[in-house]
C-alpha cells in the first residue's frame, strides 16, 4: 500500500467510490483523512483485493483511528448481477485506539487486506453479528489477547446507497480468545451490547485485557447465554469422521471422531442449541454430521451426511464428557454411538507444529 493524496484520477468516473465518500463526508466535514491506495490493481494481477483505506483521527469519545475500506463494493461500474446490493453488499471499517503515533499504524491496513482476500477468495462476506478467529494476534508482531474479530454495524456510518445498488458499513471489533469462546456459545449481537459501555464505538484496543475478567459482566454474559442459547448453527473441524460398526449380535453402531481443539466448544455449543430445540451442525473437509433434538435417541445415515436425534439426557451426557483430551468413550444415554477424541496440531504458516492439544 502507499500514501494516496489523490483519491482517483480527475477523469475517472467512480460512482461507488463517491457513495462511499458521501457518507464519510457526512460524518467528517472538511476533515482531510490519510489515504492509503494500491500500487497495482488486483485486476492486474496486484497483491491487494481493496483498492484503498482512507483513515481518520478521531478525539472523541476517545482518541482513536477510524479506518474505511474501498473495494468490497463496485466502485466503478457495475459487475454483478445482483442488482439490490454493490458488490459485496458493505466495506469495512476498524477503529483503533491511538496510543500517540501521528499516523495510523499500517498493520491494521494490512489486517483490512488479509480480511479481504479472504473475502475474495472465498467469497464469503462479513455480516452484523459474524465473527472470526485469527489463530493468533491481529497485529502480527505483537503480544496481545485480542486474536478475534467480532463484526457489527458502524455505529456512526450505518448503511447507503450507491448506484451499483445498496450497502452498509461494517465494523470489524478485535476481541479476546475467551470473547470469542463465549460468542459461540452466545451470539456476537448480545456479547457487543454487553461490552459497549467499556468499548466507545465498538473500538479495537490492544491493550486491554478480556472483559470476562469483570465479575459482574461475566454474569451478566453467563445469564443470557442460559436464557437466549447460541445462535452458533454450524461448527468447522479440521478432524471430523464418521463410521459403521457393524455386529450381528450387538446391532449396528457408529464412531465419531473429533479434534480436541472443538471439543470443548462444541460441549458448550450444543447445549446451547439443543437445549433450545435448535440443531447444530458440524462440518468437516470430507463429512457433516447434523445433531437434532429430538425425545428419542438414535442415529440416522443418509448418502452424504450423519444424523444425530438426541434426547435432553443424551445431548447433556455428551456436553458433560467432551473434553480436549485425547481418548474414546460410549455414551451410556445412547449405546449406539462412541465419540473418539483426537489430538489437534496448530501449525505455523511453514507448516511446523507449534502446539498439540489433546
Known amino acids: 500500500m502507499r500514501e494516496d493524496e489523490e483519491l482517483h484520477g480527475a477523469g475517472d468516473t467512480s460512482p461507488g467510490w463517491d457513495a462511499v465518500d458521501a457518507s464519510l463526508n457526512r460524518l467528517y466535514a472538511g476533515v482531510e483523512p490519510f489515504h492509503y491506495g494500491t500500487m497495482i490493481s488486483y485486476r492486474l494481477g496486484g497483491p491487494d483485493p481493496l483498492e484503498g483505506v482512507s483513515v481518520y483521527a478521531r478525539e472523541e469519545p476517545v482518541p482513536h483511528w477510524h479506518y474505511v475500506t474501498y473495494g468490497f463494493t463496485e466502485l466503478h461500474e457495475k459487475e454483478s448481477r445482483n442488482a439490490e446490493y454493490s458488490g459485496f453488499g458493505f466495506e469495512l471499517t476498524l477503529r483503533l485506539a491511538r496510543e500517540g503515533e ?176 435448535r440443531d447444530l451442525t458440524l462440518i468437516g473437509p470430507d463429512a457433516q454430521v447434523m445433531m437434532i433434538p429430538d425425545l428419542q435417541n438414535r442415529v440416522v445415515e443418509t448418502e452424504s451426511d450423519l444424523h444425530l436425534y438426541l434426547n435432553a439426557d443424551a445431548a447433556a451426557e455428551l456436553s458433560r464428557r467432551l473434553l480436549p483430551k485425547e481418548g474414546e468413550f460410549r455414551l451410556e444415554t445412547m449405546k449406539t454411538l462412541t465419540i473418539r477424541i483426537v489430538k489437534t496440531l496448530l501449525r505455523d504458516p511453514d507448516g511446523n507444529v507449534v502446539e498439540t492439544i489433546g
Open 102 to 277: 501521528e499516523q495510523p499504524p499500517v498493520w491494521a491496513i494490512n489486517f483490512l487486506q488479509n480480511l479481504a482476500r479472504y473475502v475474495f477468495n472465498s467469497g464469503n462476506g462479513f455480516q452484523p453479528g459474524h465473527h472470526l478467529d485469527a489463530n493468533g494476534p491481529i497485529e502480527a508482531d505483537r503480544d496481545t489477547p485480542i486474536t478475534a474479530v467480532a463484526f457489527v454495524e458502524d455505529p456512526e456510518l450505518g448503511s447507503a446507497v450507491s448506484p451499483f445498488g445498496r450497502f452498509r458499513f461494517v465494523q470489524a471489533v478485535g476481541i479476546t480468545g475467551d470473547e470469542l469462546d463465549l460468542i459461540k456459545v452466545w451470539n456476537t449481537r448480545s456479547f457487543l451490547e454487553l461490552a459497549k459501555p467499556r468499548l466507545p464505538l465498538y473500538l479495537t484496543d490492544l491493550n486491554r485485557h478480556s472483559l470476562l475478567e469483570e465479575p459482574d459482566l461475566r454474569s451478566a454474559a453467563e445469564l443470557g447465554v442460559r436464557a437466549e442459547g447460541s445462535n452458533t448453527g454450524s461448527l468447522y473441524f479440521e478432524s471430523l469422521v464418521w463410521e459403521e460398526r457393524r455386529s450381528l449380535l450387538k446391532g449396528n453402531s457408529y464412531v465419531l471422531e473429533l479434534g480436541a481443539k472443538q471439543a470443548e466448544s462444541l460441549a458448550r455449543i450444543l447445549m446451547g442449541r439443543l437445549m433450545h430445540n
